[in-house]
T-cell receptor, first 115, second 114 residues
Framework: DAGVIQSPRHEVTEMGQEVTLRCKPISGHNSLFWYRQTMMRGLELLIYFNNNVPIDDSGMPEDRFSAKMPNASFSTLKIQPSEPRDSAVYFC?????????????FGEGSWLTVV | AQSVTQLDSQVPVFEEAPVELRCNYSSSVSVYLFWYVQYPNQGLQLLLKYLSGSTLVKGINGFEAEFNKSQTSFHLRKPSVHISDTAEYFCAVSDREYGNKLVFGAGTILRVKS
């Protein structure tokens, strides 16, 4: 079975440019999460969706970040404009929601470098 | 609010030796506890989880963890490690108050030496 699929795997962009990260969750999963991993702050939850609806976006760092989930099989995380401090690994994850304690499955990550 | 403390940032150990990676959590309600492993340049993979029932949980790759409610701990153990266990290990917690999202600890890098 295909796992969580993220693209691009690696992105290098210049400061000020728009960055769009994409995610396809595991088929049938109805909860989707975006995490950011940095050396300084570890793994941070940015936002999570349940049935395509954003439930908690309290981790989104600022207005430059936005996330959408137009349907059950696709989500985007957009940064506009990007800054060097946004350099991190961004993970998308999904789970079969509705039951607490369900396993969350992670993608391979999108490695973003803003120069 | 939930929080997770992993007491060791790095743990060096020789191959075939036992290892324990420590994790303490803070939560005011019933919790669900997880250990994930991250190999270099990869995503996170579930090792094991505690939801309820037996406090000793067995996972993949010979790892196990014990839930201790009185000490609010969920330490990960393996009786004999291999070079291939070199990775970063994350403890995580979720609870009913915060839904099914996970809060992660800072991670512990396990370095297995030959």
């Amino acid at each position: 079975d295909a796992g969580v699929i993220q693209s691009p795997r690696h992105e290098v962009t210049e400061m000020g440019q728009e960055v769009t990260l994409r995610c396809k969750p595991i088929s049938g999963h109805n909860s989707l999460f975006w995490y950011r991993q940095t050396m300084m702050r570890g793994l941070e939850l940015l936002i999570y969706f349940n049935n395509n609806v954003p439930i908690d976006d309290s981790g989104m760092p600022e207005d430059r970040f936005s996330a959408k989930m137009p349907n059950a099989s696709f989500s985007t995380l957009k940064i506009q404009p990007s800054e060097p401090r946004d350099s991190a690994v961004y993970f998308c994850a999904s789970s079969l929601g509705g039951r607490f304690g369900n396993t969350i499955y992670f993608g391979e990550g999108s490695w973003l470098t803003v120069v | 609010a939930q929080s997770v403390t992993q007491l060791d940032s790095q743990v060096p150990v020789f191959e075939e030796a036992p290892v324990e990676l420590r994790c303490n959590y803070s939560s005011s309600v019933s919790v669900y506890l997880f250990w994930y492993v991250q190999y270099p340049n990869q995503g996170l993979q579930l090792l094991l989880k505690y939801l309820s029932g037996s406090t000793l949980v067995k996972g993949i790759n010979g790892f196990e963890a014990e839930f201790n409610k009185s000490q609010t701990s969920f330490h990960l153990r393996k009786p004999s490690v291999h070079i291939s266990d070199t990775a970063e290990y994350f403890c995580a917690v979720s609870d009913r108050e915060y839904g099914n999202k996970l809060v992660f600890g800072a991670g512990t890098i396990l370095r297995v030496k030959s």
